[in-house]
């Protein structure tokens, strides 16, 4: 097996190179995480007595998810993703592009993100990554919004991109996507718990009536 | 492992760790150095090549991830629309130092690929990925517009 590691010979001008490119915290300092943190299981409020005091708890739950970075980065609220548990502006400054948020002909989520996560061979870090990496439509956009709106945004049909309630239990419990979320490769902070266990939740939100936080 | 792909329209092969990024086995193994080293974390866009025709940052992208796959360096880039950016590079004087202009090459390229004819917001979407620590910016973005024949609109 050969190595990894670069010729110094061929590395004359990157120290060079490297000094003028302005690299952004999120990147450089993305070596350490915290622990990641935990979701209830929807019989956690099961003592609820009122449906929809219930439903809107789990709701609530959820939301450890929905506003999590690892979900909110590509929720922008402009056609600019953020990055990173800082949720720094993303660098370089790509933007949605196409209707399907691959971004930008040239400049495509692609170029970079490719179809897994692929730590840094020269630090600490990694490059997320995942086949279908896009943004989510700018109907769906949740940065900036209470958890009440992105659940009002979440059941809307006109907004979530037609799909019924058990079709946002399936893209929550089983969306390769939204998986990745709690795969996040090196240097970032999985999502709360489990997919299962956010899949789990959702349905029990939608059993109970899908109602909304105050 | 030996991982096997197209380079530049021909057979190549790495034997060696799948995991090792594309760039250094171009560079230090394959003896194509004009795809260049910037930042090594997708920063900068000197690495970037072509696979499968798109353009593609090289540090971060693993050689096993191009197996079977056309991988398209600097040295090879060939056809129409290369033979304009080329002229249109060199009419001009593009480069100063030089360094990020096979990276910006391949990335004018790449777009012009996509979309023939680009707005000033297209080349600055396709293009914010590239770092020019000269500052040719100005020159870059008419080189793109000549290679077009885009008339008008900002420098």
């Keep these: 097996m050969k190595g990894r590691g ?21 990147v450089v300092a993305s070596g350490q995480s915290v622990p990641p943190a935990t979701l209830q299981p929807a019989s956690t409020f099961a003592s609820i007595a009122d449906p929809g005091a ?3 708890a789990i709701f609530t739950e959820m939301g450890k998810v929905l506003t999590h970075p690892r979900c909110l980065n590509c929720h922008p609220r402009t056609d600019r993703p953020t990055q990173g548990d800082a949720m720094a502006l993303h660098e370089p400054p ?3 592009g196409n209707a399907k948020g691959e971004g930008a002909p040239g400049l495509q989520c692609s170029t970079c ?41 979440l059941k809307d049909r006109t907004r979530n991109g037609g799909k019924t309630l058990a079709q946002i239990h399936e893209h929550n419990a089983s969306d390769t996507l939204v998986g990745w979320g709690w795969n996040p490769g090196p240097g970032r902070t999985p999502a709360p718990g489990t997919q299962a266990q956010f899949g789990a939740l959702t349905k029990a939100w939608i059993d109970s009536g899908a109602k909304c936080p105050a | 492992m030996t991982t096997s792909f197209q380079l530049n329209g021909k057979p190549a092969a790495f034997d060696g760790d799948p995991e ?25 866009g000197a690495c970037t090549v072509h696979l499968d025709g798109k353009n593609r940052r090289s540090c971060v992208t693993p050689v096993g991830m191009v197996a079977g796959k056309a991988v398209t360096t600097i ?8 033979e304009a950016v080329k002229a249109a590079w060199v009419a001009i004087d593009v480069p100063q130092c030089g360094f990020c202009q096979s990276g910006q090459v391949m990335s004018a390229i ?34 793109i517009k000549d290679a077009a024949g885009v008339k008008g609109a900002r420098a």
């Excluded at chain 1, 730590?119 to 943004?135: D, E, K």
């Design chain 1, 6 to 26: 670069m010729n110094p010979r061929n590395l004359g001008f990157a120290a060079l190179a490297v000094s003028a490119v302005a690299l952004p915290a999120a």
């Design chain 1, 54 to 56: 219930r439903s809107a």
């Design chain 1, 94 to 96: 790509v933007t949605r």
């Design chain 1, 113 to 153: 993100h490719g179809p897994r996560n692929v730590a840094f061979a020269n630090g600490t870090g990694s490059i997320p990554g995942h086949p279908l990496w896009h943004l989510a439509p700018a109907s769906m956009a949740w940065q900036g919004k209470s958890l009440r709106e992105i659940c009002e945004q």
């Design chain 2, 20 to 44: 090792t990024p594309l760039l250094w086995v171009l560079r230090d193994h394959l003896g194509l150095t004009g795809t260049k080293y910037g930042c090594g974390v997708a920063q900068c």
């Design chain 2, 75 to 82: 040295e090879g880039v060939a056809g129409k629309t290369a």
């Design chain 2, 110 to 143: 790449g777009l012009l690929t996509a979309k023939p004819r680009p707005s000033d917001t297209d080349i600055d979407n396709a293009m914010a990925g590239n770092i020019c620590r000269c500052a040719t910016y100005v020159r870059i973005r008419q080189a």
